[in-house]
């Protein structure tokens, strides 16, 4: 079992940045890939951006150049979101994919309103 807990999500201004981390119970090297997903009320879940064991991204068309996911250590992926716009509300949650097992954090709250 792996535990993840999600942190730094709450109010922005439009325009305005957030930085959300992801703690892992166990070292993300050991993951095929950790991920950032995102589900705004109403609508599916969906995937915002992904970081490979290798360290390759991929992020959705949505949120490719305003939002960045990094390794900050062996434990944490953080999703720096710039430039944030009122259809950037949701809440995230971090994924993790392990030996074909997925892992799901409880998920952080954004919101992005004036």
């Known amino acids: 079992q792996v535990q993840l807990v999600e942190s730094g999500g709450g109010l922005a201004q439009p325009g305005g940045s957030l930085r959300l981390s992801c703690v892992a119970s166990?070292?993300?090297?050991?993951?095929?890939?950790m991920a950032w997903y995102r589900q705004a009320p109403g609508k599916q879940r969906d995937l915002v951006a992904r970081i490979s064991r290798g360290g390759s991204t991929n992020y959705a068309d949505s949120v490719s150049g305003r939002f960045t996911i990094s390794r900050d250590n062996r434990n944490t992926v953080s999703l720096q979101m710039n430039s944030l716009k009122p259809e950037d509300t949701a809440v995230y949650y971090c994924?993790?994919?392990?030996?074909?097992?997925?892992?799901w954090g409880k998920g952080t709250l954004v919101t992005v309103s004036s």
């Open positions: 994924n993790a994919n392990v030996d074909l097992l997925t892992f």
């Open positions: 166990i070292s993300i090297y050991n993951t095929q890939y």
